[in-house]
């Protein structure tokens, strides 16, 4: 059981990425997923979850309306739609999927969260 992710890359501020999170091993349809970031020299923090049916999200305070989080189930994916990119954003990006079924409102507590990526740099120049 392993999730993927990609789609990170080097951008000019004011770009989009969109990062994708593939799941191998089993479905996670019946769990929330997530994504976190690492900054350079910084602790890893929350970014953005979805719920199970993808009809509930939740994003950090620094996202602003920029990032917009989407699963398709039936792909076992989790994305994250970035725009009006910022050199803040630069990070590791590591997708995440949470340690219990049937929560129903994600958590931001990265305790809550087991099985992560393996990550993808997003890198976002002045």
């Known amino acids: 059981v392993q999730l993927q992710a990609s789609g990170g890359g080097l951008v000019k501020a004011g770009d989009s990425l969109r990062l994708s999170c593939a799941a191998s091993g089993r479905t996670f349809g019946n769990r929330i997923m997530a994504w976190f970031r690492q900054a350079p020299g910084k602790d890893r923090g929350f970014a953005a979850a979805?719920?199970?049916?993808?009809?509930?999200?939740r994003y950090a305070d620094f996202v602003k309306g920029r990032f917009t989080i989407s699963r398709d189930n039936a792909k076992n994916t989790v994305y994250l739609q970035m725009n009006s990119l910022e050199p803040e954003d630069t990070a590791i990006y590591y997708c995440a999927v949470d340690s219990f079924d049937g929560r129903v409102f994600p958590t931001t507590f990265i305790g809550g969260y087991e099985l992560w990526g393996q990550g993808t740099q997003v890198t976002v120049s002045s």
């Open positions: 979805i719920g199970r049916s993808g009809a509930v999200t």
